[in-house]
Nanobody, 123 residues
Framework: QVQLVESGGGLVQPGGSLRLSCAASGRTLSTYHMGWFRQAPGKEREFVAAVSKSGTRIGYGDSTKGRLTISRDNTKNTLYLQMNSLKPEDTAVYYC????????????????WGQGTQVTVSS
């Protein structure tokens, strides 16, 4: 079983950038397909980005495409999310998630979740 811990969230002005990290422990990250999701108050959990075990397959949610980049470093057991050109509507708690089964953009397909990191975009 893998444990996931997100970091890197915070307060940023519109147009700014943040880099989120998700550190995995307990199991090797390379055995999991990984995803980033976010949830704003009163809204459902939303798909942000996903990457396959090997990194060869990557997908992004429609609302963040072109501004975010997901990457993974299996040697460091860490998943990343580079976020640029941030908007107030990007404000949410961001979660990383893992599944050993198959690549997916649906939160229900993920088995392991971190505790989340808050991202607030405001002037």
């Amino acid at each position: 079983q893998v444990q996931l811990v997100e970091s890197g969230g915070g307060l940023v002005q519109p147009g700014g950038s943040l880099r989120l990290s998700c550190a995995a422990s307990g199991r090797t990250l390379s055995t999991y397909h990984m995803g980033w999701f976010r949830q704003a108050p009163g809204k459902e959990r939303e798909f942000v980005a996903a990457v396959s075990k090997s990194g060869t397959r990557i997908g992004y949610g429609d609302s963040t495409k072109g501004r975010l980049t997901i990457s993974r470093d299996n040697t460091k057991n860490t998943l990343y999310l580079q976020m640029n050109s941030l908007k107030p509507e990007d404000t949410a708690v961001y979660y990383c998630a893992a599944t050993p089964r198959y690549y997916s953009t649906y939160p229900g397909q993920y088995d392991y979740w971190g505790q989340g990191t808050q991202v607030t975009v405001s002037s």
